[in-house]
T-cell receptor
Framework: SAVISQKPSRDICQRGTSLTIQCQVD?????MFWYRQQPGQSLTLIAT?????????ESGFVIDKFPISRPNLTFSTLTVSNMSPEDSSIYLC????????????FGPGTRLTVL | QKEVEQNSGPLSVPEGAIASLNCTYS??????FFWYRQYSGKSPELIMS????GDKEDGRFTAQLNKASQYVSLLIRDSQPSDSATYLC?????????????FGTGTRLQVTL
């Protein structure tokens, strides 16, 4: 499976600010995904990051709050905008196992705390 | 009704025993099912995928799927303390974007000495 890295691994931010999380993969992948895992809860898909087009957002998530970039087939960013304490979560990117496969592999995650 | 349901646990089993983790899903037409393991403070790690009714074995792990009952399970044989983690069941529903995983809330497994 692909090697996935995320930056930063953790951060503590003030409310009202924004944080951009980077996800880098060591091979080209078509599908990249961003998930949120709130404390003590399971994973929720935020959006699918599409190369060359706008991200596809799930119900309850909007582009103004979570803008996503996908400039190429190995890299994506997720920005958490105008943060509030409710945004304190682990944010994870994932990639498909191989083209057309439906298995997904996760990056190490970014632990975000908003004060 | 939640799309994917799991008992949150904790499920406690003694070392060497079989741990049985269960998951039910609501969309009868779902086709792809996955088990992930998540250690505390770490990201989920894919253990097994299963697509057809019946059993699929990989080492100490066996995934079981029963589409008629909308039920998928994970058996861990010869449980070890290192198996103590949260196990997440995930399903790809038939509608919507391909590879869109829907996760259950996870079952916390504790393997005791």
């Amino acid at each position: 499976s692909a090697v996935i890295s995320q930056k930063p691994s953790r951060d503590i931010c003030q409310r009202g600010t924004s944080l951009t999380i980077q996800c880098q993969v060591d091979s080209q992948v078509t599908m990249m995904f961003w998930y949120r895992q709130q404390p003590g809860q399971s994973l929720t898909l935020i959006a699918t990051a599409n190369q060359g087009s706008e991200a596809t957002y799930e119900s309850g998530f909007v582009i103004d709050k979570f803008p996503i970039s996908r400039p190429n087939l190995t890299f994506s960013t997720l920005t958490v905008s105008n943060m509030s304490p409710e945004d304190s979560s682990i944010y994870l990117c994932s990639v498909e196992g191989r083209p057309g496969a439906d298995t997904q592999y996760f990056g190490p995650g970014t632990r975000l705390t908003v004060l | 009704q939640k799309e994917v349901e799991q008992n949150s646990g904790p499920l406690s089993v003694p070392e060497g025993a079989i741990a049985s983790l269960n998951c039910t899903y609501s969309d009868r037409v779902s086709q792809s099912f996955f088990w992930y393991r998540q250690y505390s403070g770490k990201s989920p790690e894919l253990i097994m995928s299963i697509y057809s009714n019946g059993d699929k074995e990989d080492g100490r792990f066996t995934a079981q799927l029963n589409k008629a009952s909308q039920y998928v399970s994970l058996l861990i044989r010869d449980s070890q303390p290192s198996d103590s983690a949260t196990y997440l069941c995930a399903v790809i529903p038939p509608s919507g974007t391909a590879s869109k995983l829907t996760f259950g809330t996870g079952t916390r497994l504790q393997v005791t000495l």
